[in-house]
């Protein structure tokens, strides 16, 4: 689910590139209109690299399944190869000043 920051609401989602491995983005959708998008990772944030993302039922995939803020670190709940759950984590501010330079 989206996080509401003041930024606005953050959002990390997986795409598929044409080499069939899944990567983590991320975007901010405006607060009070959350059906628009003004920020968007121009690349990939996070992509499979562990044995244990890169190989299981499905071969390099990470896909976003929850997350928390404690005490201004981030972090990401994850799935990887369809087999394992993992964690990833940043601080908060500096995801948020990453995508706040990058503007739709």
């Known amino acids: 689910p989206p996080l509401k920051t003041a930024a606005g609401w953050l959002q990390i989602y997986h795409g598929v590139g044409a080499d069939k491995r899944y990567r983590l983005g991320a975007l901010l959708l405006e607060r009070e209109n959350p059906g628009r998008v003004t920020h968007r990772t121009r690349v990939?944030?996070?992509?499979?690299?562990?044995?244990?993302?890169?190989?299981?039922?499905?071969?390099?995939?990470?896909?976003?399944?929850?997350?928390a803020v404690i005490d201004g670190t981030y972090f990401l709940y994850y799935g990887a190869g369809d087999v394992s759950c993992a964690v990833a984590t940043a601080k908060l501010d500096d995801l948020l000043a990453c995508l706040l330079a990058q503007p739709c």
């Open 44 to 67: 990939p944030i996070y992509e499979p690299q562990a044995p244990y993302e890169a190989r299981g039922i499905y071969n390099g995939v990470c896909f976003p399944c929850g997350h």
